[in-house]
């Protein structure tokens, strides 16, 4: 069974996700795009034999001739679509974030334990990553004894003037609060931000680097350095000490060389192609998964809690007090 895929946003990650699903995974075909940009999706449609342009997402949802959805759209869409498919009963895999508030992904959450299927897989790829997936077996088997503290970084070269003091939590760290947690296996209860001195490569709307500090239910305690303008590369940082250990994510594979009396590897500058394998692994997995109607990864309770934390990173940035997270309780439908 080849399983039919409506996209919607052909955008940069739309584009990626889409020559993915046409060309190197196995179990899917695209078979319709939607995006605000009519001239760009037929653009895109054209490449793909017998894909169909839709005028809206909503549309696209709707068509008998879609079986799934992959919603990489602006993120203040997200909800209105991920809620159409829930209610036609397709899977659909998100794009982060799963809607931009809290009280959004309140809505999703509860929109698909009334539909009574497991259908919102959210795209955070560091899960599928060898590095974390590695990291994580290491914790899981009890190597390094119960975690203590995490101590994490996640680095960019540069980003543009658009780029905001916001969007450090909400588009940046929010991957670590996925990942972490899910390293861990543990919710967390409060969050702090700290300001050191910004780099002279900052702008005026944006305090760079910040410090978030993130403390879980058992008592880990969790630093995470966010400074997008290190200048150097692109550089995802993550240790985690436990009682009986310290274990590391691995570096990213990379050619030593020995050359004008110095020793070196290269470093990364394009995220796009630090998580290259993991794009890949995510989506043939979430295939595999709708093909039965179940979902492996990200679900939306995770969409949900990621949510709640970054508001709660974001207030504890604005007011310098320590915010607390507090969530609904875990529905058993995601137990």
Known sequence: MTLKVGVIGVGMIGKEH?????????????????????????????????????????????????????????????????????KAGKPVFCEKPLATTAEACLRIVEAEIASGRHLVQVGFQRRYDRGYRALKK?????????????????????????????????????????????????????????????????????????????????????????????????????????????????EPESVVLRKGAKLSTEIMQDWKLRFIDSYDVELQDWIAAAKVGAVNGPNAWDGYFAAVTADACLRAMHTGEIAPIVTQTRPAFYA
């Open 138 to 250: 290491t914790i899981d088997d009890g190597v390094i004894g119960a975690p203590l503290m995490i101590h994490c970084a996640h680095r960019n070269p540069t980003v543009p003037e658009a780029y905001v003091s916001d969007m450090a939590i909400v588009d940046t760290f929010i991957h670590e609060i996925d990942a972490l947690r899910w390293l861990i296996g543990d919710d967390y209860v409060s969050a702090q931000v700290l300001k050191p001195r910004n780099t002279k490569h900052t702008h005026s709307k944006l305090d760079d680097p910040i410090i978030v500090l993130l403390a879980t239910k058992s008592g880990v305690r969790i630093d995470g350095e966010v400074f997008v303008n290190c200048r150097y590369g692109y550089d995802i940082r993550c240790e985690v000490v436990g009682e009986e250990g310290v274990a590391t994510l691995p």
């Open 18 to 86: 889409i020559a993915r699903l046409a060309v190197k995974l196995v179990g899917a075909s695209v078979v319709a795009v939607a995006d605000v940009n009519a001239k760009e999706a037929e653009k895109v449609a054209a490449a793909l034999p017998g894909a169909k342009v839709f005028p809206t997402g909503e549309a696209l949802v709707a068509s008998p001739d879609v079986d799934a959805v992959v919603v990489t759209s602006s993120g203040p869409t997200h909800e209105t679509y991920v809620l159409a498919a829930i």
